[in-house]
C-alpha cells in the first residue's frame, strides 16, 4: 500500500526517529477536559486547564521545532474539538502515505475532516481508514515493523485491516491496559535501538518482545503519570522531554540522547504530551 520511494518532497515517514523535516500541530485554544479520558485527566478534572498558559507552553514547543529546522504546520483549531491539540491521534504517516484515522468516541469525532481539508488543499493524497476504529496514539512505527495498540480506541480489527493494506510490512498487535488510554502512553520508539517502555500496562509477551530487539528504558509510575514515555524525537538522537521527568532524561542521556527539555504541563493535564501533539507527515531517512 505505501510506496517506499521518497518521490516528492511533502509526505514520507519510515519510523518514529528519522530527522523531522514537517510536522502537523494545532494549538490549545480551546482545550477542555470535556470527558475524562485518562487518569492524568481524572486527577485534574476539578483543576481544569489554564489556556493562556497552555497557549504559552505551546508556542514554545512550536518554537523548539522551528529554531531545529523543522516546518510546523498549524491546523485550524475549532471550539467543538476540545482535545484537538493532540494531533497524532487523527492520523499516521506510513512510507508517502497518510492515514487519516477514524476517531472513536463522539467528543473528537470530525477532527479528521479538519485534516483532510487541509491535506485536500494542499492536494496532498490520503487513505482514509473509515472501515475500522483506528487512532494514530496506538501506532508505533519502525521500519518495516508497525506495532499496533489493541485499546478501547483500536480494536483488532483494525490491526487486520491495516495488515492486508501494508502486506510487505509487519503489523504486530500489542494489547495493553486500557485506562493507558493508546500505546505511546506506555511504549515508545526513540532510536532503532532505544525504547521506552512502562511495562506494568504491558504483557509479559509483548515485554519480552521489545526485549529481545530495543535496550528498554522502564518507566516509573510517577513518571507515567506524567507521560515520560510520550517523549518525541526530532531525528539525530534529538528528543524533547518534558524537565520534570528527570529519570526518563537522565536515562535518555546516558544513552547518547540530546534531551531538549520543554515544559508543556498544562497541556499533559489533558492526558497527552509531545508525541500526542505532532504528526509527523515528513522525515529523512
Not at 516509573?220 to 524537565?243: D, R, Y
Amino acid at each position: 500500500m505505501a510506496e517506499r520511494q521518497n518521490t516528492n518532497n511533502k509526505t514520507f515517514c519510515m519510523s518514529e526517529y528519522d530527522v523531522l523535516k514537517r510536522v502537523i500541530l494545532c494549538q490549545p485554544q480551546y482545550m477542555t477536559i470535556r470527558e475524562v479520558i485518562n487518569e492524568t485527566q481524572e486527577h485534574f478534572k476539578n483543576e481544569g486547564i489554564h489556556i493562556e498558559r497552555a497557549l504559552e507552553q505551546h508556542g514554545e514547543f512550536v518554537k523548539t521545532l522551528k529554531d531545529n529546522g523543522i516546518e510546523v504546520i498549524l491546523l485550524p483549531y475549532h471550539k467543538k474539538y476540545p482535545e484537538q491539540v493532540f494531533t497524532r491521534d487523527i492520523g499516521f504517516t506510513l512510507g508517502q502515505t497518510i492515514f487519516v484515522a477514524k476517531m472513536a468516541t463522539d467528543v473528537r469525532e470530525g477532527e479528521e475532516d479538519v485534516l483532510k481539508q487541509w491535506l485536500e488543499d494542499e492536494e496532498i493524497s490520503y487513505y482514509n481508514l473509515a472501515e475500522e476504529r483506528i487512532e494514530g496514539g496506538d501506532v508505533v512505527i519502525d521500519r518495516e515493523t508497525i506495532y499496533v495498540g489493541l485499546s478501547n480506541r483500536t480494536d483488532q480489527k483494525a490491526a487486520d485491516q491495516l495488515q492486508r493494506l501494508l502486506n510487505q510490512f509487519n503489523v504486530i498487535p500489542i494489547p495493553f491496559t486500557e485506562k493507558y488510554l493508546h500505546l505511546d502512553c506506555v511504549f515508545n520508539v526513540v532510536s532503532s535501538e532505544v525504547a521506552l517502555i512502562y511495562p506494568n500496562a504491558l504483557t509479559k509477551e509483548s515485554i519480552d518482545l521489545f526485549a529481545s530487539r530495543y535496550d528498554l528504558i522502564e518507566v516509573s509510575e510517577e513518571e507515567q503519570f506524567q507521560l515520560g514515555t510520550n517523549v518525541f524525537s526530532i531525528g539525530n538522537k534529538q528528543v524533547l522531554s518534558l524537565p520534570i521527568n528527570k529519570n526518563v532524561n537522565k536515562q535518555l542521556r546516558t544513552r547518547g540522547f540530546q534531551v531538549i527539555e520543554v515544559d508543556i504541563t498544562e497541556i499533559i493535564k489533558s492526558g497527552g504530551s509531545f508525541r500526542c501533539c505532532t504528526l509527523p507527515i515528513l522525515r529523512q531517512t
